[in-house]
């Protein structure tokens, strides 16, 4: 058993901070791929950002359906008026999610990119639940920042977009990003450093930052090929990770498991030859006596589907059927930055599901922590068995505030909702407000779907056991799913989050700042912003 643990001063002094206010030195230890702006031999791009105007006659500078940022018409009068001739040239409109590159406009930049912000008083949209002034600057940010990339240059500065800092640094940060971690060296690109341009507001810039490096560090896990993340390597990633940041870290081996009785997580476990762990987590920034958020994450390093086995085409994808464990990981890093002054622990089994003499069977009978009996209808239903315990685990030694569990679950949720948001479960109408504002907020979204008796009638409708990790069809597994955890949630807040769809592949067309075909580590950012909003409501 290892065990990390930050010293009792640096409790106290997370506990005296103020509310989301950034430590430049925390992003620093947490963040270390990150390098410091400056330095000789730099290349430097800029990225600006363009409105296009409905009506024509309202034109821009000079006329035509654009405008230019605050900050891209100065720069255009620092130019002469270079940058309207350019956009002139080019038919006097930049499309949403489109950018062009421009040399020699400053001997400053190497390059500077104009990005297409579309609509100039874009707003929050209620019915597509999106905050469109944020997520077009997401856009922009993030599409003019990897067009510089491409060109070579290594350092660049973005615009603040009238005011949406965050919003800028997160599409930058994330659409420069790449995981080629096992590339070789002279093969490797080099990723650029990004910088506000021209605006004092650096808190939000690094808030930003932030939360778009806590995403790659989601993407990267997710993105490991499976004997590169099995459970023990993705313990020493979480503890490399963690760790410096002031967060415990205890590792629970496979007799701590059997001596808690948690003989549904064993029983999934049983088919591998890795050893099954589970991580427990903890930060502190509340008071010592106050309940924590317990979030729960699924950690399958892979999934096969076990006895019932996965078809071979596309099976490489389930490398990521631990995304709801690597956006745990990835969110705690991220609130430490951020100092939230509250309690969050951490509860996630590690295990893989394979096909072995020793795997469970279709129609085996295994008990949960609690001594209810659960039938095995499908070994491919194997999430539910392990968060059935890990869930019981939370709620028995923590008495938490609230509990969130998040988890590839369901192929029906991706049928669905695609990657179109992330399908949440919310036993209260309050929680789900507060998760469909933190999802519109950050442009990552989520979607209610219903926990009706008629779906825990379904999975305890069953003559041989107390309940079924499939439930009665036919149809509305995504909802089965649900209904089988919250027989081990019997009371009190809680969010299940179902991101099969959201957490793994990006699609064709899906996100412009994420990578098609790469893993895209949502939900990470809305679990932050929910986070940070209950920190909020409850200080």
Not at 118 to 146: C, F, H, I, P
Not at 166 to 188: F, M, S
Not at 379 to 389: F, K
């Amino acid at each position: 058993m290892f065990s990390c643990f930050f010293d009792m001063a640096l409790q106290t002094s997370l506990k005296s901070r103020h509310l989301f206010r950034l430590n430049a030195r925390s992003i620093q230890r947490c963040f270390s791929e990150d390098a410091a702006p400056g330095g000789a031999g730099q290349k430097k791009g800029l990225v600006l950002g363009v409105y296009h105007v409905q009506d024509a006659q309202l034109g821009g500078e000079g006329g035509g359906e654009y405008k230019f940022t605050p900050t891209a018409s100065a720069f255009n009068k620092q130019t002469g008026g270079r940058l309207e001739e350019l956009i002139k040239e080019a038919g006097g409109r930049i499309p949403k999610g489109k950018a062009l590159v421009y040399h020699n406009l400053d001997p400053e930049f190497f390059a500077v990119a104009l990005s297409g912000l579309d609509k100039e008083n874009a707003e929050v949209d209620t019915s597509e639940q999106l905050d469109e002034a944020k997520e077009n600057v997401r856009v922009a940010a993030g599409v003019g920042a990897y067009e510089l990339r491409k060109t070579g240059v290594n350092h660049i500065l973005v615009e603040s977009f009238n005011d949406q800092v965050e919003a800028a640094a997160e599409g930058a940060g994330l659409a420069v990003w790449r995981y080629q971690d096992n590339k070789a060296k002279e093969d490797q690109k080099p990723i650029p450093t990004l910088e506000l341009y021209s605006d004092p507001d650096k808190t939000s810039w690094l808030r930003g930052i932030n939360k778009a490096d806590a995403q790659n560090f989601a993407r990267k896990l997710s993105d490991s090929p499976p004997n590169l993340m099995t459970p023990s390597l993705f313990a020493k990633a979480t503890v490399d990770a963690l760790c410096p940041c002031g967060i415990t870290v205890e590792i629970r081996d496979k007799e701590w498991i059997e001596s808690k009785n948690m003989t549904a997580f064993l029983t999934v476990a049983r088919g591998s030859c890795e050893l099954p762990l589970l991580l427990e987590l903890g930060y502190c920034g509340g008071g010592q006596e106050e309940k924590p958020i317990v979030l729960v994450g699924k950690g399958v390093t892979f999934d096969s589907g076990g006895l019932c086995l996965k078809p071979c085409k596309g099976m490489m994808e389930f490398r990521a059927d631990m995304a709801g464990a690597a956006v745990i990981v990835a969110t705690l890093r991220a609130i430490s930055i951020l100092n939230l002054p509250i309690n969050v622990t951490g509860i996630i089994p590690l295990c893989e599901n394979m096909p072995s003499g020793m795997a469970v069977k279709p129609g085996d009978l295994v008990r949960a922590s609690n001594g209810r009996a659960i039938l095995v209808d499908n070994t491919d239903r194997e999430g539910e068995l392990i968060l059935a315990d890990a869930l019981l685990y939370g709620v028995n030694n923590f008495k938490p505030k609230m509990v969130m569990d998040i988890a590839t679950l369901s192929p029906g949720m991706r049928t669905a909702l695609g990657s179109a948001a992330s399908g949440v479960f919310a036993s209260t109408d309050s929680l789900w407000k507060e998760i469909s504002e933190a999802g519109t907020f950050t442009g990552d979204r989520v979607w209610r779907f219903p926990l009706w008796k008629q779906f825990s009638n379904k999975v305890t409708h069953t003559t041989f056991a107390d309940i079924s990790n499939v439930g009665l069809g036919p149809g509305g597994d995504p909802c089965l799913a649900a209904a089988f955890l919250r027989e081990f949630v019997p009371c009190g807040d809680w969010i299940h989050m179902d991101i099969t769809g959201s957490g793994k592949l990006q699609g064709k067309g899906d996100v412009p700042y994420l990578v098609e075909g790469r893993m895209t580590g949502r939900p990470t950012r809305t679990v932050i912003q929910f986070l940070t909003q209950f920190a909020k409501t409850n200080h």
